[in-house]
């Protein structure tokens, strides 16, 4: 899954954020000392909806200082072992001030031409990234110090694209879905976890099956429907219970927890696809990231109410999980069976291996349609995609063939004799630019 030289700064300021928070306040080791995760994830997952409500013209905006937000997370994580706070206070001024850091990632995500597979990329490596730094032996400041300074990463400001259209069904039909999945998540792992402590061969090389995860859902997205994701992810969290309990002890438990990790990586993917997706990103992430957390606040609460009877509750919930996700996945294949997913008209001519070789998916389906003697407005009805966004992409393809014009582009990938004339296509080319 290589990335362009374009995306690659991208995937790196996504990493270090995800290392940042699977390090430190999401459960990591170097949070042990300072209080529950509970103290970070309940103002954060605050401060997130609100920043998703403020990017709502018919309401009232919450101004995001980006930078001053990253400085302070910046100091406050480099500090974290040094200050002397009551408990969870430091967590909670976390929780605050690191949302607008949380938006930043996203935004940089939103930059990439390949948002999913670099956020794919940025989960796995983020993960492995905090291992690598908890398996250090350094002391925990010096550590403290590293994380913070590898934050610098997420500075500079992302350039975000103009967006596609919004995919059918909307990031907001899912998100009851990721808040019921969180939620059961939370109450497996209530139990799983300290098993796994007692019995784990590799400790920290579970982190590896969420990056598989969050890896192996790009390739479903590209070949399935969105909702087939969530359905292979709700699949591996009832494997793992079950595993679990047929064996909970070794290798079980082991499994159990690798399965567990692949179906959060799996989901978390989704999650972000569909966000990316979205056209007003602030509100789609704020919302989106914002379920997530709560689903996992609420997880976290429930576990700890309900004792011996979190492992039924989890169970029910699966079920549920399962049912839904079926529900989800069988309209939309009726769907899809109809006039609505008519397939893009196929290219008259091949595109050459070398110029197919730089153009990302998207791009690779625009040229495809605009070989096949299309307009913009066409290709964008097509595609269900902005007009705004079909010149994107034919801005990025100019550039990586080194042509300025339609017709020159048609120049290069079919023979001079083949199709419109150079008079036609300028001509087509001044109306779609009017």
Not at 19 to 44: I, K, N, R
Not at 140 to 151: E, N, T, W
Not at 171 to 196: K, N, R
Not at 411 to 428: D, F, H, K, N, V
Request: include cysteine; proline fraction near 8%.
């Amino acid at each position: 899954m290589p990335l362009s030289r374009t995306d690659a700064p991208n995937a790196a300021a996504a990493c270090v954020y995800v290392a940042w928070l699977t390090a430190f306040p999401m459960s990591g080791v170097l949070l042990q000392g300072m209080g529950d995760m509970l103290w970070f994830l309940m103002p954060h997952t605050l401060a997130l909806f609100a920043l998703g409500h403020g990017s709502d013209p018919a309401r009232s905006r919450v101004r995001i200082p980006g930078a001053a937000a990253l400085l302070l997370t910046a100091l406050l994580t480099a500090a974290a072992p040094l200050v002397t706070l009551p408990t969870g206070t430091l967590l909670v001024l976390l929780g605050i001030i690191s949302a607008p850091v949380s938006l930043r990632m996203g935004q940089h995500l939103g930059a990439a031409e390949r948002p999913v597979p670099t956020a794919a990329l940025a989960l796995a490596a983020g993960n492995l990234l905090a291992l690598a730094l908890i398996l250090t032996p350094l002391p925990d400041p010096l550590r403290f110090l590293l994380l913070a300074l590898s934050l610098a990463f997420l500075a500079p400001e992302p350039r975000i694209p103009p967006p596609a259209s919004p995919p059918r069904p909307r990031l907001y039909t899912y998100l009851p879905f990721i808040l019921v999945f969180q939620l059961v998540s939370g109450l497996m792992y209530a139990g799983l976890l300290p098993a796994y402590a007692a019995h784990a061969a590799l400790p920290g090389i579970e982190v590896t099956f969420y990056g598989l995860g969050a890896l192996g859902a790009v390739v479903v997205l590209q070949r399935f429907d969105p909702a087939v994701t969530l359905l292979g992810g709700v699949i591996a969290a009832l494997t793992a219970f079950s595993l679990w309990h047929l064996a909970p002890t070794g290798f079980g438990v082991q499994g159990a927890l690798f399965l567990m990790m692949i179906a959060a990586g799996t989901v978390d993917l989704f999650l972000l696809s569909r966000v990316l997706a979205e056209g007003n990103l602030q509100a789609a992430y704020g919302r989106g990231v914002g379920t997530l957390c709560l689903g996992i606040v609420l997880g976290r609460l429930l576990a700890l109410s309900a004792g011996e009877a979190a492992d039924t509750l989890a169970f029910i919930g699966l079920m549920l999980l399962n049912l839904s996700a079926l529900i989800l996945v069988l309209p939309l294949k009726r769907h899809q069976a109809g006039v609505d997913e008519t397939p893009p008209t196929p290219a008259p001519a091949d595109i050459p291996g070398e110029i197919l070789q730089r153009l990302s998916e998207q791009e690779r389906l625009v040229l495809e349609q605009v070989l096949g003697d299309k307009t913009y407005r066409e290709i964008a009805s097509g595609l269900s995609i902005s007009e705004s966004s079909v010149k994107t992409y034919m801005h990025r393809i100019y550039r990586k063939t080194g042509v300025y014009r339609r017709h020159q582009l048609l120049q290069q990938l079919r023979a001079p004799e083949s199709g419109p004339s150079r008079e036609i296509e300028e001509t087509r080319e001044t109306e779609e630019t009017a």
